[in-house]
T-cell receptor, first 115, second 114 residues
Framework: AQTVTQSQPEMSVQEAETVTLSCTYDTSESDYYLFWYKQPPSRQMILVIRQEAYKQQNATENRFSVNFQKAAKSFSLKISDSQLGDAAMYFCACPMDTGRRALTFGSGTRLQVQP | EAGVVQSPRYKIIEKKQPVAFWCNPISGHNTLYWYRQNLGQGPELLIRYENEEAVDDSQLPKDRFSAERLKGVDSTLKIQPAELGDSAVYLC????????????FGPGTRLTVL
């Protein structure tokens, strides 16, 4: 079964600084996508960024970028120029077993942004 | 475009009582998911629908949980009878199709069983 590990339960960053959230995963798939979701206190899960595993180029969305190391099964999220609105729970996710079109999530990292 | 709608947002019940959650996915999304999120954890899949067919319900506790998606649009998740351990946030998500497409989540229903 697929597993996703987020080893940092909590992280803190100063406003305007950069922070990196870690994620490792295990999958037997050869072609897959990886996702980072943000969950603010309102509970609405919002997609932050998506990485296609067959692409070597790391995905970037404005201030958010990933460091994808396929061989190491590592998928970290970098947030640049952190803003107060970035404070939330962040979940890394990968697809479940072959044919199961749902996601396996990590346990999350709570990000605090200090003014 | 309206997002995924869920109701109620909060529900408090006594144990052994029944409870139901409702989800209206984004128009045109034929795949619908129910996830359960325990406190301090990531969401875990309960059931996935492709149109009106439940194609993945292996993690649904079928002794007390049931779900339906009539006409392939709205869906209802039911628990009967509820147990203390069922306290969690129940999230509904939808997508156009497949693993590689973004799943859009609703705001969830927070269930508290006393």
């Amino acid at each position: 079964a697929q597993t996703v590990t987020q080893s940092q339960p909590e992280m803190s960053v100063q406003e305007a600084e950069t922070v990196t959230l870690s994620c490792t995963y295990d999958t037997s798939e050869s072609d897959y996508y990886l996702f980072w979701y943000k969950q603010p206190p309102s509970r609405q899960m919002i997609l932050v960024i998506r990485q296609e595993a067959y692409k070597q180029q790391n995905a970037t969305e404005n201030r958010f970028s990933v460091n994808f190391q396929k061989a190491a099964k590592s998928f970290s999220l970098k947030i640049s120029d952190s803003q107060l609105g970035d404070a939330a729970m962040y979940f890394c996710a990968c697809p479940m077993d072959t044919g199961r079109r749902a996601l396996t999530f990590g346990s999350g990292t709570r990000l605090q942004v200090q003014p | 475009e309206a997002g995924v709608v869920q109701s109620p947002r909060y529900k408090i019940i006594e144990k052994k009582q029944p409870v139901a959650f409702w989800c209206n996915p984004i128009s045109g999304h034929n795949t619908l998911y129910w996830y359960r999120q325990n406190l301090g954890q990531g969401p875990e899949l309960l059931i996935r629908y492709e149109n009106e067919e439940a194609v993945d319900d292996s993690q649904l506790p079928k002794d007390r949980f049931s779900a339906e998606r009539l006409k392939g649009v709205d869906s209802t998740l039911k628990i009967q009878p509820a147990e203390l351990g069922d306290s969690a946030v129940y999230l509904c998500a939808s997508s156009t199709d497949g693993t590689y497409n973004e799943q859009f989540f609703g705001p969830g229903t927070r269930l508290t069983v006393l």
